[in-house]
């Protein structure tokens, strides 16, 4: 496998799960949000990323959540589902469930906690590829894993069999960069800014995109690349800027909250408009009222933009 046994390009949002408040999954409302995301055009759906709160649900949940994003989605567009573990025994079993119902792939980032060296990054990536049959996205993830991926690890990575993509969450821009240099011939490479960097990488450069963080404004986040696509710059920022902006107002340049927490935020925007965010699971917290304001102080805010 490469970068060109898969189709995966342009903006994939990593989406949330929404809960009822006593903490169950609100299946319902997990079936209209996946209708919803597919109606405004996303070009991919990742399932049970970071935003999607793998971390506090049981393994039938994520087995579920899988079973059920392919039902709706019906292969319309890639998904793609997380299967991050801290072994590679419980990555292949999520992984043997996806493999059953038919997605795409999977994201897979460096075990959570246990800050593992370089080689052992390598031994687990290795291991999950000779033991999965679908292409892998790697996920560089170095707020949640304590662990920035080299340049030089990537390069290994991407020679491995079942490795297609990585998404690429370092905030350091130069290593960014770097690393696409040294990867994007094998494997496809997202988490560009949609601005007029992004626009160039990707347009003239071989850049794939974007897998970014609930898809809180709708059609907005795709058509960055749909009109990139077309050679349409003006409207391709135009839809870029308010992407950038929710960014600037909701998170840091690592990602984190710049109010409770990201999850917490993405859902009460998409609370705010109308759409089954629903509540976060704990530990990850509901915002304060103060803090709903906030969110939609920006979500106005960007109307105007």
């Not at 490469?2 to 990593?14: E, H, L, S």
């Not at 993830?141 to 390069?155: E, F, H, K």
Request: net charge negative; glycine share 8%; charged share 25%.
């Amino acid at each position: 496998m490469d970068r060109n046994t898969v189709d995966w390009k342009g903006y994939i949002p990593a989406i949330t799960t929404p809960f009822l408040e006593n903490g169950e999954v609100d299946w319902e409302g997990w079936e209209e949000l996946l209708h919803w995301l597919v109606d405004e055009g996303m070009h991919g759906l990742l399932v049970n990323g970071t935003t999607g709160e793998w971390f506090s649900q049981s393994v039938e949940e994520q087995k579920e959540l899988f079973r059920t994003a392919s039902k709706h989605v019906n292969n319309r567009i890639p998904v793609i589902v997380g299967c991050t573990a801290y072994t590679a025994d419980q990555v292949v079993d999520l992984a043997k469930t996806a493999s059953e119902v038919n997605v795409s792939g999977i994201l897979v980032a460096p075990p959570p906690y246990v800050v593992p060296n370089e080689e052992e990054v390598f031994a687990y990536y290795e291991e999950i590829s000779d033991r999965v049959d679908l292409p892998i996205c790697i996920y560089n993830w170095p707020r949640g894993t304590n662990v920035d991926l080299s340049v030089d690890l990537l390069t290994r990575l991407a020679k491995l069999d079942k490795v297609v993509a990585v998404k690429n969450s370092t905030p350091d821009f130069g290593h960014f960069i770097k690393a696409f240099y040294a990867v994007k011939d094998e494997i496809r490479y997202f988490g560009f800014p949609m601005n007029d960097i992004g626009y160039e990488y990707v347009k003239n450069l071989g850049g794939d995109g974007t897998m970014g963080a609930g898809a809180i404004l709708g059609r907005v986040h795709p058509d960055f690349y749909n009109y990139l696509w077309e050679g349409n710059k003006e409207e391709a920022l135009k839809n870029g800027r308010k992407d950038a902006f929710l960014f600037s107002q909701f998170f840091n340049s690592d990602f984190s909250a710049k109010y409770g927490s990201p999850q917490s935020i993405t859902k009460e925007a998409l609370n705010l408009r109308g759409l089954p965010g629903g509540y976060p699971r704990k530990p990850i917290l509901p915002l304060t009222e103060q803090e709903k304001e906030f969110v939609k102080v920006t979500l106005d805010e960007v109307e105007g933009i």
